[in-house]
C-alpha cells in the first residue's frame, strides 16, 4: 500500500507515503481513508511524510487536483491543516503545482529543512503540532486555502 495511516495520535493523523504508486488502486485507497476520516465528522490535522516518495506520474498530480476540488464541495472541512514533510525537489514542485491549480482544503505548511523534520516527525497532540509549527515558522512555507 503506498499510503499508511496512523490513527494512534487522533486528532492528529499521519500518513507515511511508500516509495510508488504501485497501481491505481493503491491512489484509490490514499484516497478513500481521507473520506473516511470526513465520514467521522471529527477535526483532524494531517501530517503527510513523502520523504520516502520516488517519481510520481503527472495523471496522479490531476486526479489530486480534482480530489481536492471535490472535497471543497463538503459543508465543513474537517481538516484543520496540514504539515507536509517534503526532502525532495521533485515532490515540492509537484506540490507547486497542485496548490497552483487548486487551494488547499486548509492551511498547509511545506517543511523541507532538514534540522527541523524529525520535530515534526515525533508529534503526539495537537498542543504539541501547534506549538512546534510556531517555534519554526520562519523555516516552513505556507499555502493558504
Known amino acids: 500500500m503506498w499510503a499508511q495511516y496512523d490513527y494512534s495520535?487522533?486528532?492528529?493523523?499521519k500518513v507515511?507515503?511508500?516509495?510508488?504508486?504501485n497501481d491505481e488502486e493503491d491512489f484509490k485507497e490514499f484516497l478513500k481513508e481521507w473520506v473516511a476520516l470526513y465520514d467521522n465528522k471529527k477535526d483532524f490535522?494531517?501530517?503527510?511524510?513523502t520523504r520516502n516518495v520516488g517519481l510520481i506520474k503527472m495523471n496522479y498530480v490531476n486526479k489530486m487536483v480534482k480530489f481536492i476540488k471535490k472535497m471543497k464541495q463538503f459543508e465543513y472541512q474537517y481538516l484543520q491543516s496540514s504539515v507536509i514533510i517534503v526532502?525532495?525537489?521533485?515532490?515540492?514542485?509537484?506540490l507547486n503545482i497542485i496548490f497552483n491549480l487548486t487551494k488547499p482544503l486548509a492551511t498547509v505548511?511545506?517543511?523541507s529543512d532538514k534540522k527541523i523534520l524529525d520535530k515534526f516527525n515525533n508529534i503526539e497532540n495537537r498542543e504539541q503540532?501547534?506549538?512546534?509549527?510556531?517555534e519554526n515558522?520562519?523555516?516552513?512555507?505556507?499555502?493558504k486555502p
Open 9 to 13: 495520535k487522533k486528532p492528529i493523523v
Open 16 to 21: 507515511i507515503f511508500d516509495k510508488n504508486i
Open 45 to 49: 490535522f494531517f501530517i503527510l511524510d
Open 87 to 94: 526532502n525532495n525537489t521533485i515532490i515540492r514542485y509537484l
Open 109 to 111: 505548511h511545506i517543511v
Open 129 to 134: 503540532y501547534i506549538n512546534t509549527l510556531e
Open 137 to 143: 515558522m520562519k523555516n516552513i512555507s505556507t499555502v
